[in-house]
């Protein structure tokens, strides 16, 4: 069974009702790892306190301690493309990501992930994702190399402080000609959860998308998203009738099955650009990866 070689790590928060032991606040705090998975792992002593020792079945829940554990799945299918680093210093590590490759270990991935590759290659346990892509999507993904500078890149995000481009692929020519589209929206947990909808209320994600060219049948869209939400473009998108290419999520929510290489998702993070809060630079990083035009 792959397991990883690097611990994952949980903070346990402070909680008007605190949970009766650690395996409950594990249950709740995971929905998807089943109850007998996490017994399984606590039983044997795979699941470690922040002094490192083995807690129990009815071990107290520990407001603000750290849990760790080792993720582990069943079977892991190798993903058969590689990334990129085209940036490094001493704060920063900018990574050019491929289609299928999750950013970080989840579900089914545990070593196929690019947080267990680059930890792998840098030898560096510390370095964290500032900011996520999905795991269908390709392109520039940002980590930072030790914990000191993690929450100042990430409060770049958070402000809105950088400048991101994607590109994306529709089977689809739009029916007017308008030379862009703006969409200010509330984005909402769906059905299944990890799908997004449109909700009610204050808007929580924008973006402005742009056609460049229309041919065959397809369009080719830049887009500029001044939030960060979960699936946000390819809701977006789908919204306005142009499903990205490739699209197992939206509009229609197509059966599981195993990865086909040769069709991923026509979503492509192309360009990040900032001011480094650190070094005081302008920053502009580029993708070297194309989608398939």
Request: neutral net charge; aromatic residues 10%.
């Amino acid at each position: 069974m792959p397991i990883s070689n690097f611990p994952a790590t949980v903070t346990m928060p402070v909680v008007d009702q605190p949970f009766p032991s650690i395996l409950e606040f594990l249950i709740e705090r995971f929905p998807r790892i089943h109850k007998d998975t996490w017994e399984e792992r606590i039983s044997p002593g795979k699941v470690l306190n922040e002094d490192g020792f083995s807690v129990a079945f009815d071990t107290a829940y520990a407001p603000r301690k750290k849990l760790s554990y080792f993720r582990e799945v069943e079977k892991e299918i190798p993903i058969p493309f590689q990334e990129e680093v085209i940036h490094r210093d001493q704060n920063l590590l900018v990574v050019d990501k491929p289609h299928f490759l999750p950013t970080t270990q989840g579900g089914r991935f545990v070593n196929e992930s690019l947080i267990h590759r680059l930890r792998e290659k840098t030898g560096i346990l510390e370095i964290a994702p500032i900011h996520r892509i999905d795991r269908e999507t390709a392109g520039l993904v940002m980590f930072s190399l030790h914990p000191e500078a993690r929450a100042t890149y990430q409060l770049m995000f958070e402000r809105r402080q950088v400048t991101k481009v994607y590109h994306a692929i529709s089977p689809t020519v739009p029916k007017e000609a308008r030379k862009e589209w703006q969409l200010d929206n509330r984005l909402v947990g769906g059905e299944p959860p990890f799908r997004i909808r449109e909700g009610k209320g204050v808007p929580n994600a924008s973006t402005r998308i742009v056609p460049v060219e229309s041919k065959f049948g397809r369009t080719y869209f830049h887009l500029f998203p001044h939030t960060g939400k979960r699936h946000q473009l390819r809701c977006h998108m789908a919204s306005l009738g142009f499903q990205i290419e490739n699209d197992k999520y939206y509009t229609d929510l197509q059966h599981e099955v195993p990865d086909n290489y040769e069709k991923p998702l026509q979503l492509l993070a192309m360009e990040l650009e900032f001011t480094d809060p650190l070094a005081g630079d302008l920053r502009h990083f580029s993708s070297q990866r194309k989608l398939k035009w």
